[in-house]
Every structure is written in structure tokens, then in C-alpha cells.
């Protein structure tokens, strides 16, 4: 007789509190989208970099986000099958995986991370911010939903610096296509007013977001600002950014970091409280979804720490003094979707990246480059040997994907992280030696 | 003076392509203290105003199959195209030192990387991010790239240490309006009489283009029409096809050669969209800066890297092209990771079901050295539009 194999019960996940603060809003947000036709609200889809949130907001549309349903299938090991389905249905195996997983996501019905079907959008609000790949996107959608499509072109800042010409011009777009347009998809008028205020909540929220990021200059850091960082970005570069939702938990999340560096403790891992704190590091390019949490572990396990990210900029770079200012309505809009990590030249991003190594006391910088994301990663090996050069820290270097679960391999990883680890250390020893 | 025949305009223009030193640039730059080089990358730029500059628009596609990359390849994953590695090959290896600055149009997020990386690696050179409008309303897109434009001319006035007027500016659009003719008469015979004026060749004399002053091009270009018109050529049992999805990385000539061999006539493509970007002639009467703004954002082709925001307008600029050039059928040939020509294939491949062109798809790189795939591939695409038309 074959003996019985009793499975072991899956270990609980730990996450702090404002994680599961976090996991709530957007579980309502999701509930809310699902609920829409019911409701008569009108949804508008449209992009992270580039989220005009409070201006939706001015006309009562409710934000849903491709990219954040394509992270939540990735999460949920859903976005193989979908990505898999878009490519039978004649996508190519060498574009974004985002964009494979939501059209493989709709042929299948479209169905949410809450379980139910999300509804068709009423508008696509096409924020051409950061990434060619939006506009593709965008265009494959609308072929299949027919519905409004509103383009907003962010110039990029190729030169380092904002010009005036791409601040009026995109305060043109605002005035002459996108707010009337806008205006004509949800039947509301247009009220800048409103828009001030939720531009004051905004800058509310960043404020204490912030504080949260720069958290990670204690040591050892409160925070992972990579891994814990998604959690931490999920409000205010989702659909929360503007509404007393935000300000709440980023206020909720201050008061949990505040009470960790008091008492001197790293951040909550799902394996529960960090252990001591050994590497930090500046990571570069977006986690991976599919394997987020064995990829957090190959971290946490060695005593890495993340204390500054580039993934946790690309809705917005809030640390480097970007505010919403409800005094500029139009041109802090112009200002926002400028200034987002994938809108800045490559040598805007290798300051950024040093400096972060300087101002956190990062060992070395961990480049994750993503296969299907070329606005990420063409330049990364550039970036890499710049970073090393400016600031004496040795880099890394992995590949892995962004929800296509083919492209993660544990394995080696999971190896190249230990030969850095080591790599670090060994550093550290001769450093020692020499003094 | 005896007038050239096909082959020894053909030879010319091979020898040009093959040149990965820019001889023939060089020698332009050398003839007069001062002179000046401007590259530039795909899809677009003014060229007409690096002309009016008194400089020499030298466009830069890559390496093609001829250079081995051995720097490039450090600075770019495999998942890259090979388009940005090859050229990168060309600068560090030195191939590049003449030029005097380098445009980098905004096509897709490979390229605009580019530009910045270009920056570092060269830093004594005049790199710049071309970004064109992606609306074309004339008091949005419009205002916004004649801002641009001039903010270039700027630049170019101050390298050349000298104003460029608006009369400069119009005479060198007078004469690209008539080199962008002559392309266009190359196209009419291309999809009149295929045989004549086989795309292999056509390409090497289009792309000369992209090295020689423009009016040496132009009369280049009378030569090759009027020989190839009068050439003594046999007309084969082709098929007629558009390629499209070569409009950055260029494809290697044998990818073309391989093409025709196996029975297809190319009687239309986007090999080097700059050629003919600007559809028809651009005016030369009032502001020569709003005239080719308004040309870009009015008269201008379409490509997967450019924004097409009436959904029913979506690829119909294809479906016009097989009208126009009786094409029985469209090859997609996408670089390897190419993310406008691939992301678009399907909406394109869509409006051609619906129209009822047939169509088929492959990759390649700018380097692809095995051609017996395409050869097959395409040849039964050929036996199965004669088989079903017959039908």
C-alpha cells in the first residue's frame, strides 16, 4: 500500500500591516471596476508613466490600468496562458509581455484579479509617456474596443532638461484635445477647481511618500525599496493619487516606518522580519512578477536589502522635488508626466542611479534587465559599467522578464546574485586589509 | 561625356554601400575647409535644412551584414535589435570620426536610448534627439515642431558659424523636392515594369542617396531611370509584392536578391522611408520652416512608428499601396525585435485579411546570413497567389 503523502500546508505570507492596507484598496478598486456597468460609472484605461489620475478624477472616470492587471496576472501565474494565447493569436515572442498578457487576458474573458470580468473601457486615455511600446498598445486596443481614444504626447527629455515648447505643447494638447474630449466621453464639465484640489492632495500624499523612501538612508533600512516598494507605489501611481485614500496610506505607511527605525528593525519579508541587515543595494529595471517572491527571497535570505530603486520612479520622481502644484494646474501635469523615470534621457537616469548609491550607502547597484521592455533596457550595460565607474561600487547584471514566466530562471539567479554577494564581500575585505 | 549603363550605375552604387569608411563623405568633407557632416538614423529628418546649412546629411542605417560587431555587442543585450550595436560599431571603431553630429529621430525606445548613450560615448560631437510630433493638429504638432525645427536650425547656425536663411532653406527644398520626384519616378517604374528595375538595384541606387550630396544623387538617379527604362530585360513570371517592416535595420541585400529569386517582384516597400517621406512636392513660396512642418504633418507616409489617430485610417496607407501597384500580395519582414514593426503586424495583417490581401511574415536581421528560409518561404507565398488567383 502506497503511502499516504500528506502536503504540507502552504506557508503563511507575512506581510506588515500597511501591505495589507495596501492588498485592501486595491481589492475595492478592483470590486469597483468590476462593478461599473452596474454602477453607470465610466472607465478610462491609460498608463502608469504618464497616469493623469486627478484630472480622470475631474470627471468622475474610473481608472483602470493594464499594466497593474498584467502585474496582478503575473502575481497570480496567469499571465503565462495569457501571454501564450496573445502570441497563437499572432503576437510576436520578441515584444512587451505586458502587452501580451492583457490581450491574452481579454481573449479569455477578461477576467480580473478579483474574479470577475472587468469591464470595456469607455475611454482610452493614451499617455504617450516614456515607452513606444504605449502607443502599440493602445492602438491594439482600440481596434478591438472601438471606443475614444485620447493621445497625449510627452516629449522626451532627451537634453536632460524641460523645455518651455514641450510644456506648452502639451498644455495645448490638454486644452485642445484631451480635456474636451474627456469632457464628451463622461458628459461632465470640466472644473479646475476640482482639479486643484485633488493637485494638493496629491502633493500631500508625495509628501509623506517620499519620507517613506528616504527612510531607507537609516541603518538598517526600515524599508525594501523594491520589493516592499511595489506595494508602497501601488496608491500613488495607481488610481488612489488625489483622493483622500492616498494621503491616508501614506500616512498610515509613515507612522509603520516611523515605528520600525525607533526600534532599529529592516523591513517585513514574507518570510517575516528581515534578519541582519548584510548587503544594500540600488536595484535598476523592473522585479520580476511571475517568481516575485522566490526572487525576494534569493535577496532577503543573503541579508540584501534594497534602499533605492529606479522601478519605484516610473510613476512619477517624487524624491527628486516633483510636486503636483495645484497653483499650474495644466503645466504641473505637463511637469509630472516629463519628469517619470522612462522620460529621462540615459544619462539623467546613471546620475540618478549614482547618486542613489551615494546618498543610501548602497554596496553596488543590481541591474535587472527585462527581456520584453526595450525602454527599460536598451542602454542598461551602458548604465551599468557608468554607474561603476562614478561611484567605485561594483554592479550586476541578470535578465529576467517582466510576466512571462519562460524567462525567469531560478537558477541562475539565483547564482549571480551569490557570486555578488561574494563579489561585495570580498570588496569590503580588501578595503579592511588596506586600511 | 558617355552616358553609364545599368550596371555600371549599379556597380557605383554597390561600391558606395559596401564602403564602411564613407569614403566618398570624407572626400565631400575634405574638398573645403569647413565643411561639415551631419548622420542621421532612420526613419526621418529634414534634410533640407542640414543642406541649407551647407552641410552633407549622411544617413547612417547600421552596419549591416559586412561589419562584424565586436564593441557593439557589449553595450546591448541579445534581445536588442542589431541596428543600435552595429552603429555603435561604426563609432568606436572610429568609422564614424568625420561625423560632426548625429540624429537620432524618435522611432522607437531602442533608438532614443541611443541617443543618450551617444551623448556619453561621443561627447564632443553634436548629438541630438530628434522628436517629432505624434499629433498633427497645426496649433498643437504644428506649433510644437516648428519650435523643434528651429531650435535645430539654431544649432546648425551656430556649427556653421553662419545664419541660414530663409532663401537657403528654400532653394535646398527645391532641390529635394526634386530628388523625392525622381525617387517617386523610380517607384511608378518599379510597380509598372518590376523587370526593369529589379528592387535589388533600386535599393543600392536609392540608398546612395543616403551618402552623396543630393543633387549628385538626383542625377544619379535620371541616369539609372533612363537606362534601366531603355535596358533589353526579360519579363518573368513573378509575382508582385510589397515588403513591408524594413523601415530602421536595414534588410541584407541577399534577404532582397533571395526575395526575387524566388520569384517575387518587390513593386513596393519602406527601405529608407527619408527618401520619400514627405509626399510630394513641399512649397517654396512663404515661411520654408511652416512649409515643411506642414508637409511633415499633412503630406507626409506612414509606418508603425508613426501615430495614426483615425482608427479606420489604420493601415488602409497598405492596402492603397497593393491598389496602386497591382501587388497581389504583402511579405511582412520585421527586424528581430523590432517593437513598432511587430506590435503593428497584427492591427496591418487585419486590414489586409479584410481587404483581402494575402500576406505572409518572417524576421530577419541586418546581418541574416541564411537565406534558403526566406527562399522557401516566399516562394511558396509566389506559387500560392498564382495557384488561388488562377483559381
Known amino acids: ?435 | 561625356m558617355t552616358t553609364p549603363t545599368t550596371s555600371e550605375i549599379v556597380a557605383r552604387c554597390q561600391a558606395l554601400f559596401d564602403d564602411l569608411d564613407f569614403t566618398s563623405a570624407r572626400q565631400w568633407k575634405e574638398a573645403e575647409p569647413g565643411r561639415k557632416v551631419i548622420g542621421f538614423m532612420p526613419v526621418y529628418v529634414p534634410r533640407e535644412i542640414i543642406h541649407a546649412a551647407g552641410m552633407l546629411p549622411l544617413g547612417i542605417m547600421g552596419g549591416g551584414d559586412n561589419l562584424e560587431v565586436i564593441h557593439g555587442d557589449a553595450y546591448y543585450q541579445s534581445y536588442i535589435c542589431r541596428i543600435p550595436r552595429s552603429t555603435i560599431e561604426l563609432g568606436i571603431s572610429g568609422r564614424l570620426d568625420f561625423v560632426d553630429g548625429m540624429l537620432f529621430p524618435s522611432i522607437c525606445d531602442v533608438i532614443r536610448n541611443l541617443s543618450g548613450m551617444w551623448k556619453m560615448l561621443f561627447p564632443q560631437v553634436y548629438s541630438r534627439y530628434f522628436d517629432v510630433p505624434q499629433t498633427y493638429e497645426d496649433e498643437v504638432g504644428g506649433v510644437y515642431y516648428e519650435n523643434e525645427i528651429n531650435e535645430f536650425l539654431h544649432d546648425l547656425e551656430e556649427m556653421a558659424g553662419r545664419r541660414i536663411a530663409a532663401g537657403d532653406l528654400r532653394k535646398s527644398i527645391d532641390i529635394y523636392n526634386k530628388n523625392r520626384k525622381l525617387i517617386r519616378d523610380l517607384y511608378t517604374l518599379r510597380a509598372q515594369k518590376p523587370w526593369q528595375a529589379p528592387a535589388s538595384e533600386a535599393y543600392l541606387v536609392i540608398r546612395a542617396g543616403l551618402v552623396l550630396p543630393v543633387e549628385e544623387h538626383s542625377e544619379l538617379l535620371e541616369q539609372y531611370i533612363a537606362a534601366a527604362a531603355a535596358e533589353d530585360r526579360p519579363i518573368k513570371d513573378n509575382s508582385r509584392v510589397i515588403v513591408t517592416g524594413m523601415f530602421c535595420e536595414q534588410p541584407p541585400l541577399n534577404l532582397i536578391k533571395s526575395l526575387e529569386l524566388s520569384g517575387c517582384y518587390i513593386v513596393d516597400d519602406d527601405f529608407m522611408l527619408v527618401s520619400r517621406w514627405l509626399v510630394g512636392d513641399v512649397p517654396l513660396d512663404g515661411d520654408p520652416v511652416h512649409n515643411l512642418a506642414q508637409a511633415f504633418l499633412h503630406h507626409s507616409e506612414s509606418t508603425a512608428a508613426k501615430y495614426e489617430p483615425d482608427p479606420l485610417e489604420k493601415g488602409q496607407y497598405l492596402v492603397r499601396a497593393v491598389r496602386r501597384t497591382g501587388a497581389e500580395g504583402v511579405i511582412f519582414t520585421s527586424p528581430s525585435f523590432c517593437d513598432p514593426a511587430l506590435l503593428d503586424r497584427p492591427m496591418l495583417q487585419n486590414v489586409l485579411a479584410k481587404a483581402d490581401i494575402p500576406y505572409i511574415a518572417f524576421k530577419y536581421a541586418e546581418n541574416s546570413g541564411q537565406m534558403q528560409p526566406i527562399r522557401e518561404q516566399a516562394g511558396t507565398f509566389v506559387d500560392s497567389i498564382k495557384l488561388w488567383s488562377a483559381a
Open chain 1, 1 to 435: 500500500m502506497k503511502p499516504k503523502v500528506t502536503k504540507a500546508p502552504p506557508a503563511e505570507v507575512v506581510k506588515d500591516a500597511s501591505m495589507l492596507k495596501q492588498k485592501e484598496m486595491m481589492a475595492a478598486h478592483y470590486d469597483r471596476l468590476s462593478s461599473a456597468r452596474e454602477t453607470g460609472e465610466k472607465v478610462a484605461s491609460t498608463f502608469v508613466p504618464g497616469n493623469l489620475n486627478e484630472l480622470l478624477m475631474c470627471f468622475d472616470l474610473v481608472n483602470n490600468l493594464p499594466e497593474v492587471n498584467a502585474i496582478q496576472s503575473g502575481l497570480r501565474r496567469q499571465s503565462g496562458a495569457y501571454i501564450m494565447e496573445a502570441e497563437r493569436s499572432g503576437h510576436s515572442e520578441d515584444v512587451c509581455t505586458y502587452v501580451k498578457s492583457d490581450i491574452g487576458m481579454m481573449a479569455k474573458g477578461n477576467i480580473g484579479p478579483n474574479g470577475k470580468q472587468l469591464p470595456d473601457p469607455d475611454v482610452l486615455m493614451l499617455s504617450y509617456t516614456g515607452c513606444f511600446t504605449f502607443m502599440k498598445w493602445f492602438e491594439l486596443l482600440r481596434e478591438r474596443y472601438k471606443c475614444e481614444t485620447i493621445f497625449l504626447q510627452t516629449p522626451y527629455m532627451a537634453d536632460g532638461k524641460i523645455t518651455p515648447n514641450m510644456i506648452q505643447y502639451m498644455v495645448r494638447q490638454f486644452k485642445e484635445d484631451v480635456i474636451p474630449k474627456l469632457e464628451k466621453v463622461s458628459g461632465v464639465k470640466f472644473d479646475i477647481d476640482r482639479l486643484r484640489e485633488y493637485l494638493a492632495k496629491s502633493a500631500k500624499a508625495e509628501d509623506d511618500l517620499v519620507y517613506i523612501l528616504k527612510s531607507a538612508r537609516n541603518k538598517p533600512s526600515p524599508i525594501d525599496a523594491y520589493f516592499g516598494g511595489i506595494y508602497y507605489i501601488g496608491p500613488i501611481f495607481g488610481a488612489f493619487r488625489g483622493a483622500d485614500d492616498a494621503i491616508d496610506y501614506y500616512r498610515f505607511l509613515r507612522e509603520e516606518v516611523d515605528q520600525r527605525v525607533a526600534a532599529g528593525l529592516g523591513p517585513v519579508t514574507p518570510d517575516g522580519p528581515m534578519g541582519e541587515e548584510r548587503y544594500r543595494l540600488v536595484v535598476e529595471g523592473p522585479p520580476n512578477y511571475t517568481n516575485f517572491r522566490q526572487f525576494w527571497k534569493m535577496f532577503y535570505e543573503e541579508g540584501a536589502t534594497v534602499v533605492a530603486s529606479s522601478y519605484t520612479k516610473v510613476g512619477g520622481t517624487y524624491d527628486y522635488g516633483f510636486r503636483h502644484d495645484p497653483a499650474r494646474p495644466l503645466e504641473t501635469l505637463a511637469e509630472y508626466c516629463l519628469g517619470v523615470y522612462t522620460n529621462r534621457s540615459l544619462p539623467m537616469r546613471i546620475e540618478m542611479l549614482a547618486n542613489y548609491i551615494d546618498e543610501y550607502e548602497a554596496d553596488g547597484l543590481l541591474v535587472n534587465s527585462i527581456k520584453s521592455c526595450n525602454s527599460f533596457s536598451a542602454g542598461q550595460l551602458l548604465i551599468m559599467r557608468e554607474v561603476e565607474k562614478r561611484t567605485g561600487k561594483p554592479a550586476a547584471f541578470i535578465e529576467t522578464d517582466l510576466v512571462d514566466p519562460r524567462y525567469f530562471s531560478a537558477a541562475n539567479v539565483k547564482n549571480r546574485l551569490e557570486s555578488y554577494f561574494q563579489m561585495i564581500e570580498q570588496k569590503r575585505s580588501g578595503r579592511g586589509a588596506a586600511a
